[in-house]
């Protein structure tokens, strides 16, 4: 019922920049989305959260990123965006997009969903 779409990865030299997107759609149901955001996992590492922001505007940012990269939705709150600045190796990871999602029907469900994930290579 819910599909998140990620897009926007790909190989980038040091420095560069490069903007993911993340969609979410719902079918047979009413929803309302608390929050999006964006977790990277490196190869042999733990995913971990690289930028969240729920729908009252408020963003969270892993210290490695902070002035680097911005996290953003559209009006609808329904897409967001991560613009991702000044790239180094070390952000080279593939990343998902999560969304903490509220289903409406005979009760109200709330779970968090993920993306397939996007590869970003950030190398020379």
């Known amino acids: 019922q819910v599909q998140l779409v990620e897009s926007g990865g790909g190989l980038v030299q040091p420095g560069g920049s490069l903007r993911l997107s993340c969609a979410a759609s719902?079918?047979?149901?009413?929803?309302?989305?608390?929050?999006m955001g964006w977790y990277r996992q490196a190869p042999g590492k733990q995913r971990e959260l690289v930028a969240d922001?729920?729908?009252?505007?408020?963003?969270n940012y892993a210290n490695s990123v902070k002035g680097r990269f911005t996290i953003s939705t559209d009006g609808a709150k329904h897409t967001v965006y991560l613009q991702m600045n000044s790239l180094k190796p070390e952000d080279t990871a593939v990343y998902y997009c999560?969304?903490?999602?509220?289903?409406?029907?005979?009760?109200?469900?709330?779970?968090?969903?993920w993306g397939q994930g996007t590869q970003v290579t950030v190398s020379s």
């Open positions: 999560n969304a903490d999602v509220i289903l409406y029907g005979l009760t109200a469900r709330r779970a968090y969903h």
């Open positions: 719902v079918s047979g149901s009413s929803f309302s989305i608390r929050a």
């Open positions: 922001i729920a729908t009252g505007g408020s963003s």
